[in-house]
């Protein structure tokens, strides 16, 4: 099983300010446990959090960051605060828009969901939820972690919440094969 997981690339989303380190941490510890690749947003926050706890504990695999563009005027460098220290394999992109216009076109978001076979949803603002509406429309399998249900309230009804890390880790065993 861990041969075929070496493939997988799983995506973590949350906020890109806050840090909710436990559930961070824990979801980076199993990735890295799983031998899976990592993608984030590659900046702050939950995205710093994950890919920390993940390049630690990581048995094989990768700690991938889908990097902004610093503005529509200024596409050549990438916005401030990016890549965090922690991701290993900094994908650059031309594309600056994020939060409220997360689902917009010009957004890195899309790659995100596309590029993750499978994804955990932690607490977050509006580009959290559009990166949680954008995996409900390309037919992406995720799930929502956070002990606190009001820390994720604002994500689709038809998302599925987990309250553990054990509940994480079936869900990835499920859909990762």
């Known amino acids: 099983m861990r041969a075929e997981l070496s493939h997988a690339t799983v995506g973590v989303f949350g906020s890109g300010t806050e840090p909710h380190t436990e559930l961070s941490r824990e979801v980076g510890r199993a990735l890295g446990e799983l031998g899976v690749n990592l993608l984030t947003g590659g900046g702050g926050g939950v995205m710093t959090s994950v ?43 031309h594309l600056p828009l994020s939060g409220e216009h997360g689902a917009d076109d010009l957004s890195r ?28 429309r390309y037919g992406k399998p995720i799930v929502a972690y956070s002990r606190d249900p009001e820390l994720i309230r604002n994500f689709p009804q038809s998302v599925p919440r987990v309250a553990s890390i054990d509940d994480v880790k079936g869900f990835l065993r499920v859909h990762l094969g």
Do not use: W
């Not at 706890?53 to 990438?78: L, N, W």
């Open 51 to 93: 890919s920390e706890a993940f390049t630690k504990a990581r048995t094989r695999g990768i700690c991938i960051g889908v990097i902004p563009c610093a503005s529509e005027d200024d596409r050549k460098t990438a916005k401030r605060g990016y890549p965090n220290p922690f991701v290993e394999l900094a994908i650059y992109t």
């Open 109 to 136: 978001n899309h790659i995100n969901v596309l590029s993750s076979m499978a994804i955990v949803a932690l607490p977050g603002q509006a580009g959290t939820a559009s990166e949680v509406s954008l995996a409900i």
